[in-house]
């Protein structure tokens, strides 16, 4: 199993930027597939950004595109979000995810699941 702890959250203007990372132990295994998620108050989550523990592929939603940018560490079993422009829609608890979707966006696919990280950005 894996454990997931996200970090780096904290509270910024409008037009401002954040790193949160994920630190991951346990087994990961080349096929995993790393998620973030955000889920604002009194809404359900939602899917931030994907990629893979080996190779390439990054997805992102359509109101992150451009602006953030997620990668990875794969000696220090960290994946990253590096969140730029930031605008107060944005505010939200971030939490990064683990596992096989075939779904990006389905949070059901997901194995494993950090406790979240608070991002609030202010006008």
């Known amino acids: 199993q894996v454990h997931l702890v996200e970090s780096g959250g904290g509270s910024v203007q409008a037009g401002g930027s954040l790193r949160l990372s994920c630190a991951a132990s346990g087994r990961i295994f080349s096929g995993y597939i790393m998620g973030w998620f955000r889920q604002a108050p009194g809404k359900g989550r939602e899917f931030v950004a994907a990629?893979?523990?080996?190779?390439?592929?990054?997805s992102y939603s359509d109101s992150v595109k451009g602006r953030f940018t997620a990668s990875r560490d794969n000696a220090k079993k960290t994946v990253y979000l590096d969140m730029n422009s930031l605008k107060p829609e944005d505010t939200a608890v971030y939490y990064c995810a683990v596992g096989t979707p075939r779904l990006l966006a389905d949070t059901r696919q997901y194995l494993y699941w950090g406790p979240g990280t608070q991002v609030t950005v202010s006008s």
């Open positions: 990629l893979r523990w080996e190779g390439d592929s990054t």
